[in-house]
C-alpha cells in the first residue's frame, strides 16, 4: 500500500515546482567596464603647484612652523584632487586644526630633548633611543589617520593594522639585519611593505601584497652588485694605469673611475627605489582587481638623480617643478584592470583619530609612505 504525503508537504512542493527559475547572469548584464585596464591621471601643472608651495614655504617661516597644518592639508589637497581614476578624484579631507594640536605635542617633545639634550648628552641619547623604540607605533598611528582622512570619490580609505604587529615586525626585522650584517634588510623593507598594504582598504575593498621577501632582495641588491662589480673593475683598470705608469691610461682609467664613483653616488639609490617600486605596484591587489606599473627602472632613477641636481642648481626654487614631475611619472605609470565595481563601494565604520603622530613622524623627519 503506497503511503500518501502530508497535504502541507504536497502544497509547498507544487508552489516550488510553480515557482519560475531565476535566470542566469548573462555576460551581457555585468558592466561593460569589467575587465578592462584604466590608468591613473594626474591633472596637476608645475607652475599651479609653486603658487602654493612658495605660500606655504613663506607663511611656514613667519609663523615659527605653526602655519604647516595649513600648509601640509593643501599640498596634499592639491596632489590628491588633481589625481584622477575612473573619473573619479582623491580627495585628503584632513582639519588643520586637528593636525595643528598634534604639532604642538610634537614640538613640545622635539624642544624638551632638544634644550635638555644640550645640557646633558645622555638625555639627547635617551631621546633617541626613545624615539626609535616608538617607531612601530608613529607608524600605525599615522597609517590610520592618512588613511581615515583619505578618499577616493565617495569611499574613505581604512588602516586595520595593530601596534602588537608593527612592533613584532619591528623587532624580527632588527634580529634578521644584526645576524645578516644588514644583507637581508631588504626582507625588512617587505615586512614594511606588506604590512602597510595588507591592512588597508578603500571602501570594503581590501589591498593584498602578494610577493615573497626574494623579490625585494632581487630588486635592492641587484643594484648593489652591479655596481660593486663595476667599481671592481674600475679599480683593476686603474691598478693596470698605475703598474703601466703610462700617463694617458692613469688619466683615462682615473677619469673611468672617478665617472664610476659618481654613478654610484647618483644613481645607485634612485634605482633601488624605482625597483622596489616597481616590484611592489606589480604585485599588489585591490579585492579581485590587479594593479600594474609600466614604470621604467632607469627613467625613474634619472628623474630623481636629475631632480637633485635641478633643486640644488636653484637654491630649491625647483622644488615644486621636482615633485610634480616625479609625482605624475609614478602616477600614471600605474593602471588596474578593473574586476570589482567602483560603483559598488561600500565604508567601513572606523573612528577619528588623533594627528600626534603624523605630526611627530613630520618634526624628527621620519618618512612613512607608500
Known amino acids: 500500500m503506497q503511503q500518501q504525503l502530508p497535504t502541507s508537504i504536497v502544497l509547498e512542493k507544487v508552489e516550488m515546482e510553480a515557482q519560475p527559475i531565476p ?46 597644518p595649513w600648509a601640509k592639508v593643501r599640498r596634499l589637497r592639491y596632489f590628491y584632487n588633481n589625481t584622477e581614476f575612473f573619473d573619479r578624484f582623491f580627495d585628503f579631507t584632513g582639519l588643520p586644526t586637528r593636525i595643528l594640536m598634534g604639532r604642538l605635542i610634537a614640538l613640545s617633545i622635539w624642544g624638551f630633548f632638544a634644550v635638555a639634550g644640550y645640557l646633558e648628552m645622555s638625555v639627547a641619547a635617551f631621546g633617541g633611543v626613545v624615539i ?27 588602516f586595520d593594522g595593530k601596534t602588537s604587529e608593527a612592533y613584532k615586525l619591528f623587532f624580527l626585522g632588527l634580529v634578521i639585519t644584526f645576524f645578516s650584517w644588514g644583507i637581508f634588510f631588504p626582507v625588512v623593507i617587505w615586512f614594511y ?10 571602501g570594503q575593498l581590501k589591498f593584498k601584497l602578494n610577493n615573497s621577501w626574494t623579490d625585494y632582495m632581487t630588486a635592492t641588491l641587484m643594484p648593489i652588485m652591479i655596481y660593486i662589480a663595476i667599481i671592481f673593475a674600475c679599480s683593476m683598470f686603474l691598478v693596470i694605469g698605475i ?53 621604467d627602472q632607469w627613467r625613474y632613477a634619472w628623474i630623481v638623480a636629475s631632480n ?60 612613512i609612505s607608500l
Request: aromatic share 16%; hydrophobic share 45%.
Open 23 to 68: 535566470p542566469k547572469m548573462q555576460i551581457d548584464d555585468l558592466p561593460d567596464y569589467l575587465g578592462k585596464v584604466f590608468h591613473f591621471k594626474f591633472h596637476g601643472q608645475a607652475m599651479e603647484y609653486f603658487g602654493i608651495w612658495i605660500v606655504n614655504i613663506v607663511l611656514t617661516i613667519a609663523t615659527l612652523s605653526l602655519y604647516a
Open 193 to 202: 611593505k606588506r604590512y602597510m598594504i595588507d591592512h588597508l582598504y578603500v
Open 132 to 158: 626609535y623604540l616608538a617607531l612601530p607605533w608613529l607608524l600605525r598611528a599615522t597609517l590610520r589617520f592618512r588613511s581615515r582622512n583619505s578618499k577616493f570619490g565617495n569611499s574613505r580609505f581604512y
Open 308 to 367: 637633485w641636481f635641478v633643486k640644488i642648481l636653484s637654491v630649491g626654487l625647483m622644488t615644486a617643478w621636482a615633485e610634480i614631475r616625479l609625482y605624475r611619472y609614478q602616477v600614471e605609470s600605474l593602471s588596474i584592470r578593473l574586476l570589482d565595481d567602483p560603483n559598488k563601494m561600500r565604508n567601513i565604520r572606523q573612528s577619528d583619530p588623533n594627528a600626534i603622530a603624523e605630526e611627530i613622524s613630520d618634526i624628527f623627519d621620519l618618512d
Open 243 to 295: 703598474a703601466s705608469q703610462t700617463r694617458m691610461l692613469l688619466t683615462s682609467s682615473g677619469y673611468l673611475f672617478g665617472a664610476a664613483l659618481l654613478f654610484g653616488i647618483v644613481f645607485i639609490i634612485p634605482l633601488i627605489h624605482a625597483r622596489i617600486f616597481i616590484t611592489t605596484w606589480n604585485s599588489t591587489t585591490l579585492g579581485y582587481s590587479q594593479f600594474k606599473t609600466d614604470c
